[in-house]
């Protein structure tokens, strides 16, 4: 559980029902949430309060944000938990198939499925690519 700041930059306070819950953020402020549920909580549509002249009221912008050292601490921890095997590892899409390298993903395409690929330019090319040699 990833918990972040989601802080209110507009210069009125947002209120919002969010899960059957009240949320308050007061002005140049933050509230503090689960990173998934602030990510939910953000993406919500809220009908906008109209003025008498037919503008949107400013007291109802929905100007909030994620404080961006948070959000790279969430890249962060889900980079590392990820793995760097993960990163690593280059897979067939036709038979599942792992290889570390790229070079190694493209000498199996050319070899065992080059007839299988439709893209008529991405075929020719993987064909010239004498690197693969």
């Known amino acids: 559980m990833l918990i972040v700041k989601v802080w209110n930059k507009n210069s009125y306070p947002y209120s919002e029902k969010f899960k059957d819950q009240p949320i308050t953020i007061e002005a140049n402020s933050y509230v503090e949430m689960d990173y998934d549920e ?11 309060v109209k003025m008498k002249d037919g503008r949107q009221d400013p007291k109802s912008y929905k100007w909030l944000e994620i404080d961006k050292d948070d ?54 090319e993987l064909l010239d690519n004498e690197d693969l040699e």
């Open 38 to 48: 602030a990510v939910l909580f953000m993406g919500t549509f809220r009908t906008p």
């Open 71 to 124: 959000q790279k601490a969430v890249r962060d921890a889900r980079a590392s938990a990820a793995g760097d095997a993960a990163e690593k590892t280059f897979v067939c899409h036709v038979c599942q198939k792992e290889f570390r390298t790229k070079n190694g993903l493209l000498k199996h395409t050319r070899d065992k499925h080059i007839g299988q690929l439709v893209d008529k330019d991405a075929r020719d």
